[in-house]
Structure formats: C-alpha cells, structure tokens
C-alpha cells in the first residue's frame, strides 16, 4: 500500500509538471483526486487494514493528497501568469510608431489681414464693435445722411430683401448703432470689421461681397490732425515703419470735409514703379470729419461734439501688403493659394 501511494504520488507529480495549460492540470486534479480517484479508492479501503496500519496509512494517503494538491495551485499559478505575459507580449502598442501626418489648415489671409488691423487699432484705444449683415434702410442709409434719392441706395447697387430690408452695402450702419448705443454721450472708439455686399459683375478688382473695416472717433475737440495721426500710426504699424500717408480731398456723404487717403509705396519707396502706376503713392483708405447732420442722428450734439471716420476695404489692404493680382482668390478656396498664408 505504502508503494503504490508513492507511486501514485510521484505519478501525478509528475503529471504536473509536463501540464501545458490550466485544462491538462484540471484533468489531472480530477484524475487523482477527484472521487473515483486512486487516492480515494485507497481512503475508502482503510477499513479492511490492520489497526497498527490504518493510521499510518491514513496519514500517508493524506499527505499524498495533499502534496498533490499543492503543487497543482503552484502549478496553476505558474501558468496563469505565463498566460498574462504572453497576452501583454501579443497585445504590447509601439509607441514609437510615428503618427500618419494630418494636414494642417491655416487662417484665411482675409481674417489675419483683419486680426493685424485690429491689432493696430487696439493699440491706439480703439475697440472692436461688430453688427448684423441684414440691415434696415435707417441704419444702411438714412442715418448716414444718405436721403431717399441718394444714387448710392439705387437697387442697381444693393441687394434688398424688402423696401425696408437690405444686406448691408457698408459696415457703416454698426458706428450709428454705436453711436446710438451712447446716448449723446462721447467717447466713442470703435473700429467695425464685417462683411459687405453690393450688386456688381465680379473680375480681378471687384467682388460683390467683400470686407470692411471702419472706424469712428467721436468725442469733444476731435480734430482732423487727430485723423491724420492716427491714419499714420495705422500705416506704419500695418505696412512699415518707413511708410508714409497723405490725405487728398474727396467727397462721402456722411463725412465733411472728406479726403482720401494714400499711402507711400513700399514696392518703390516713393519713387515711381508698376504697383504705384509711376505716382509713388496708393490710394489705400477714405476717411473725413463727421457730418454734424450724422452726429445729430444719433443723438450727439454736433456744437459739442466732434469725431472723425475712416473706411477700407480688407481685400484690397491684403492685395497690397501680398502682391496679388485677383480679389477673385479669396472667395474659390483654392488650397495652393491658401496654404501661402500658413503663420509659423
Ligand atoms: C458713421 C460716420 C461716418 C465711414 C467712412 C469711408 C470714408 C470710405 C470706403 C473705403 C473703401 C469703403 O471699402 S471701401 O469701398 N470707405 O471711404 N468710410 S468715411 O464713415 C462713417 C461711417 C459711419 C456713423
């Protein structure tokens, strides 16, 4: 009896040992120690040993089993952890892998010819003030001193949805909302970037949508030095600091005196080339002192207060500072003429 529990003992230890998986250990724990096993078979056959033998025996069987048992958890374990790193092993990321390249898209030249105007202007206490692109004739034009037989509110010219309802021809109507929005009561600094909208047969110089920005000073003592000053500083900080402006007369009907403003060339530096057309300067902005029947509209007592206002339009600003030759560029969206604009 002694012999064959050694036997069975080194038997299934050596079973054991050779498992591959959890599935051969389990049919060897049931093949030893499961109840039809010898180990019980042997347990069950204890009444038919000898007294002096039976505990002997007993405790023999017992340490069988128990042997047999530990070394099949060890087992187990052994390989449930073999079975962890092999899947770690399958299932490991290279993270030195490099990425798949993603195109990067960049900002409109429109929008940062916009964002560096803004930045000028900022820093000479202006602030950003924007309005909607459907706007009412009062706003559009009535309060700007453009009366009912203006040529400049001819149906040729703006796109209108009602009698009283037109997408803007101008983001003039902004600085009379804010002007309103003040109650008589200066100062007023704004600068009003925006999309505008006028009927016209589109080529390389005209677009029937196009971008503004204005601008308006109103405030007591405002004079038209304080225009040239600021148009200046504008010129220099957008274009250069070696640039220069000029102011010639003009005509707008919502300001009075009116002027154009040039500014020297920074292809030829004032001497006369193609992109001047031989002047030395270019016709970049149109500016004036507010017309006191405009400041009155808006409820700003025009024997107290005085202001200046200013215009340009952001795709001709951008064709000038870039060199390009079509206004058409900005609005077909090609990716070869986008991507010139990536900022680093
Ligand atoms: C208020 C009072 C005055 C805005 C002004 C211009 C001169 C001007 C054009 C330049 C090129 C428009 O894009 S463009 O075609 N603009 O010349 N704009 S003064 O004057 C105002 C506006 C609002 C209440």
Same mark, same amino acid.
């Given at each position: 009896?002694?012999?064959?529990?050694?036997? @069975?003992?080194?038997?299934?230890?050596?079973?054991?040992?050779?498992?591959?998986? /959890?599935?051969?250990?389990?049919?060897?724990?049931?093949?030893?120690?499961?109840?039809?096993?010898?180990?019980?078979?042997?347990?069950?056959?204890?009444?038919?040993?000898?007294?002096?033998?039976?505990?002997?025996?007993?405790?023999?069987?017992?340490?069988?089993?128990?042997?047999?048992?530990?070394?099949?958890?060890?087992?187990?374990?052994?390989?449930?952890?073999?079975?962890?790193?092999?899947?770690?092993?399958?299932?490991?990321?290279?993270?030195?892998?490099?990425?798949?390249?993603?195109?990067?898209?960049?900002?409109?030249?429109?929008?940062?010819?916009?964002?560096?105007?803004?930045?000028?202007?900022?820093?000479?206490?202006?602030?950003?003030?924007?309005?909607?692109?459907?706007?009412?004739?009062?706003?559009?034009?009535?309060?700007?001193?453009?009366?009912?037989?203006?040529?400049?509110?001819?149906?040729?010219?703006?796109?209108?949805?009602?009698?009283?309802?037109?997408?803007?021809?101008?983001?003039?109507?902004?600085?009379?909302?804010?002007?309103?929005?003040?109650?008589?009561?200066?100062? /007023?600094?704004?600068?009003?970037?925006?999309?505008?909208?006028?009927?016209?047969?589109d080529d390389a110089t005209h677009s029937?949508?196009?971008?503004?920005?204005?601008?308006?000073?109103?405030?007591?003592?405002?004079?038209?030095?304080?225009?040239?000053?600021?148009?200046?500083?504008?010129?220099?900080?957008?274009?250069?600091?070696?640039?220069?402006?000029?102011?010639?007369?003009?005509?707008?009907?919502?300001?009075?005196?009116?002027?154009?403003?040039?500014?020297?060339?920074?292809?030829?530096?004032?001497?006369?080339?193609?992109?001047?057309?031989?002047?030395?300067?270019?016709?970049? @902005?149109?500016?004036?002192?507010?017309?006191?029947?405009?400041?009155?509209?808006?409820?700003?007592?025009?024997?107290?207060?005085?202001?200046?206002?200013?215009?340009?339009?952001?795709e001709?600003?951008?064709?000038?500072?870039?060199?390009?030759?079509d206004i058409r560029h900005f609005y077909t969206?090609?990716?070869?003429?986008?991507?010139?604009?990536?900022?680093?």
């Amino acid at each position: 009896m002694r012999e064959r529990l050694e036997a @069975l003992r080194d038997e299934a230890l050596a079973k054991v040992a050779v498992a591959k998986d /959890v599935k051969a250990l389990q049919d060897v724990r049931v093949a030893y120690l499961g109840k039809k096993g010898p180990i019980t078979e042997v347990l069950r056959g204890m009444g038919k040993l000898s007294a002096e033998e039976r505990p002997v025996i007993g405790q023999m069987a017992n340490d069988v089993r128990d042997a047999i048992k530990v070394q099949v958890e060890l087992k187990e374990k052994e390989l449930e952890a073999a079975a962890i790193e092999k899947q770690l092993a399958n299932e490991s990321i290279d993270v030195t892998l490099p990425g798949r390249p993603v195109q990067g898209g960049s900002t409109h030249p429109l929008t940062q010819v916009v964002e560096e105007v803004e930045e000028a202007f900022l820093g000479l206490g202006f602030s950003v003030a924007e309005g909607p692109e459907v706007e009412v004739d009062y706003y559009n034009f009535e309060a700007l001193n453009l009366p009912k037989d203006h040529p400049a509110r001819d149906m040729q010219d703006s796109f209108y949805f009602t009698e009283e309802l037109l997408l803007r021809t101008h983001t003039s109507p902004v600085q009379a909302r804010t002007m309103e929005l003040h109650k008589g009561k200066g100062p /007023v600094k704004v600068i009003c970037p925006g999309k505008v909208f006028r009927r016209d047969d589109d080529d390389a110089t005209h677009s029937h949508q196009f971008m503004q920005i204005e601008g308006l000073f109103v405030d007591e003592n405002v004079r038209m030095s304080d225009l040239k000053g600021v148009l200046e500083q504008f010129a220099k900080s957008f274009f250069g600091e070696d640039r220069q402006i000029r102011l010639r007369p003009s005509f707008f009907p919502f300001t009075e005196p009116s002027v154009e403003v040039d500014v020297s060339c920074g292809m030829c530096g004032g001497k006369g080339c193609r992109v001047c057309k031989q002047s030395g300067w270019i016709e970049v @902005l149109g500016a004036g002192m507010v017309h006191p029947r405009v400041l009155e509209m808006s409820g700003f007592d025009s024997t107290k207060y005085s202001g200046f206002a200013f215009g340009m339009g952001v795709e001709r600003l951008a064709m000038l500072k870039y060199d390009i030759d079509d206004i058409r560029h900005f609005y077909t969206n090609d990716i070869r003429f986008l991507a010139q604009f990536k900022r680093v």
